[in-house]
């Protein structure tokens, strides 16, 4: 451990992967949240051997976290073999388990936070935003070789920061009520005073000395205080891309971690100039656009001094990291996400059909709980 308090940065296998994945626990009567992770953790007869399920900040949510893998078949089968776990232990309880970033309908003053110093300690220090934190997402974590390498590749993972949103998009109701945007879980994210995005910085000691500062200035402690959309975790030796929303579907939860496996291949390989000072300018506006907008959104280029439609330039990088795809032997798992992109149909889509369709959110939320657990 550092003076600053940061872990010295460990070493991992170039580009292994590991995924968590924030999901819902609903009641299997009328689908609204229900206060059971305690209950269904306690209960659980687990080995462990696809990695771990735990405890989230209020008790109507678990986390689920792969182990370290080098390749995306790999964290195929951790979730596969987690998705089954939870199943069998979830229906022993009568709870339902649901992907989704937002759940279409519940109440955030009737949450309960979980057990736990951490967990109290987030209440006491954010109040209300702690219980309203009870929204979805999938982490990825990208590994690397040195610390300056994740600085580098945190900062041009964030340029990319739009296309996992609206990738990932899964968020299209709020207490009721469509929010119109494809992603309203990132809202919440934002009312965090240290959300957003990585500042420009050099290498691992300017980071370091950034940190410092924060730490000077009483506003961050660990690096658990940064909610960055990509933040660098030494003692893990990754990147953590956050801003997606938690799929629907494994299946789909794999695919985006096929996508930030290939994508980090192909910056590395390639290292495009970054231009951090003029993303810094843009990256706000550009995540807004892929929230409200998702596919359909109109992204701001700082160096073209223009805007470029978002499924234009994605179906280009699609493309360009497709050779890095094949070499790391997931090429399959990114022709969802390509199909996703010509169709126009990713989950946000989807909850609004069946939403359409039933003409209440039970039963949206009955089929999706469906939908993650087939």
Same mark, same amino acid.
């Given at each position: 451990?550092?003076?600053?308090?940061?872990?010295?940065?460990?070493?991992?296998?170039?580009?292994?992967?590991?995924?968590?994945?924030?999901?819902?626990?609903?009641?299997?009567?009328?689908?609204?949240?229900?206060?059971?992770?305690?209950?269904?953790?306690?209960?659980?007869?687990?080995?462990?051997?696809?990695?771990?399920?735990?405890?989230?900040?209020?008790?109507?949510?678990?986390?689920?976290?792969?182990?370290?893998?080098?390749?995306?078949?790999?964290?195929?089968?951790?979730?596969?073999?987690?998705?089954?776990?939870?199943?069998?232990?979830?229906?022993?309880?009568?709870?339902?388990?649901?992907?989704?970033?937002?759940?279409?309908?519940?109440?955030?003053?009737?949450?309960?936070?979980?057990?736990?110093?951490?967990?109290?300690?987030?209440?006491?220090?954010?109040?209300?935003?702690?219980?309203?934190?009870?929204?979805?997402?999938?982490?990825?974590?990208?590994?690397?070789?040195?610390?300056?390498?994740?600085?580098?590749? &945190?900062?041009?993972?964030?340029?990319?920061?739009?296309?996992?949103?609206?990738?990932?998009?899964?968020?299209?109701?709020?207490?009721?009520?469509?929010?119109?945007?494809?992603?309203?879980?990132?809202?919440?994210?934002?009312?965090?005073?240290?959300?957003?995005?990585?500042?420009?910085?050099?290498?691992?000691?300017?980071?370091?000395?950034?940190?410092?500062?924060?730490?000077?200035?009483?506003?961050?402690?660990?690096?658990?205080?940064?909610?960055?959309?990509?933040?660098?975790?030494?003692?893990?030796?990754?990147?953590?891309?956050?801003?997606?929303? &938690?799929?629907?579907?494994?299946?789909?939860?794999?695919?985006?971690?096929?996508?930030?496996?290939?994508?980090?291949?192909?910056?590395?390989?390639?290292?495009?100039?970054?231009?951090?000072?003029?993303?810094?300018?843009?990256?706000?506006?550009?995540?807004?656009?892929?929230?409200?907008?998702?596919?359909?959104?109109?992204?701001?280029?700082?160096?073209?001094?223009?805007?470029?439609?978002?499924?234009?330039?994605?179906?280009?990088?699609?493309?360009?990291?497709?050779?890095?795809?094949?070499?790391?032997?997931?090429?399959?798992?990114?022709?969802?996400?390509?199909?996703?992109?010509?169709?126009?149909?990713?989950?946000?889509?989807?909850?609004?059909?069946?939403?359409?369709?039933?003409?209440?959110?039970?039963?949206?939320?009955?089929?999706?709980?469906?939908?993650?657990?087939?």
């Amino acid at each position: 451990m550092s003076a600053s308090g940061l872990e010295n940065f460990k070493e991992s296998a170039p580009l292994s992967l590991g995924v968590e994945l924030e999901l819902q626990l609903v009641s299997r009567r009328d689908f609204d949240l229900t206060r059971g992770a305690t209950d269904l953790l306690g209960s659980l007869d687990y080995d462990g051997r696809f990695g771990e399920i735990k405890l989230e900040i209020t008790e109507s949510m678990i986390e689920i976290s792969t182990q370290a893998q080098l390749t995306v078949d790999g964290i195929a089968g951790d979730l596969a073999g987690l998705r089954d776990t939870l199943r069998q232990h979830g229906e022993r309880n009568n709870i339902g388990i649901c992907g989704g970033g937002t759940h279409p309908f519940h109440h955030w003053p009737e949450r309960r936070i979980c057990p736990g110093e951490r967990f109290n300690g987030l209440y006491q220090r954010y109040g209300y935003l702690a219980k309203q934190f009870t929204v979805f997402g999938q982490h990825i974590h990208v590994g690397c070789t040195s610390a300056d390498e994740a600085i580098w590749l &945190t900062q041009a993972l964030g340029v990319h920061v739009p296309a996992f949103i609206a990738l990932s998009a899964a968020s299209p109701f709020v207490d009721g009520v469509d929010s119109l945007y494809q992603s309203a879980r990132l809202n919440a994210v934002s009312a965090f005073p240290l959300s957003g995005q990585c500042p420009p910085l050099d290498d691992w000691p300017d980071f370091c000395r950034h940190f410092e500062f924060l730490q000077a200035c009483g506003i961050a402690q660990g690096i658990k205080d940064l909610y960055w959309d990509v933040r660098p975790k030494p003692e893990f030796g990754t990147v953590e891309i956050r801003v997606c929303d &938690t799929p629907l579907a494994i299946e789909q939860a794999v695919s985006l971690a096929a996508f930030a496996q290939s994508l980090a291949r192909w910056l590395l390989r390639t290292r495009p100039p970054l231009h951090t000072e003029r993303q810094a300018h843009v990256a706000r506006y550009n995540k807004f656009q892929a929230c409200r907008y998702g596919l359909e959104a109109e992204i701001s280029d700082p160096v073209g001094l223009c805007r470029q439609p978002l499924r234009q330039s994605l179906a280009s990088l699609l493309e360009a990291i497709s050779g890095d795809a094949r070499e790391l032997g997931c090429l399959h798992w990114l022709n969802p996400l390509k199909n996703m992109l010509a169709e126009g149909a990713g989950d946000a889509a989807w909850l609004r059909g069946r939403f359409r369709q039933h003409g209440n959110l039970n039963d949206v939320v009955r089929e999706a709980s469906e939908r993650l657990m087939r």
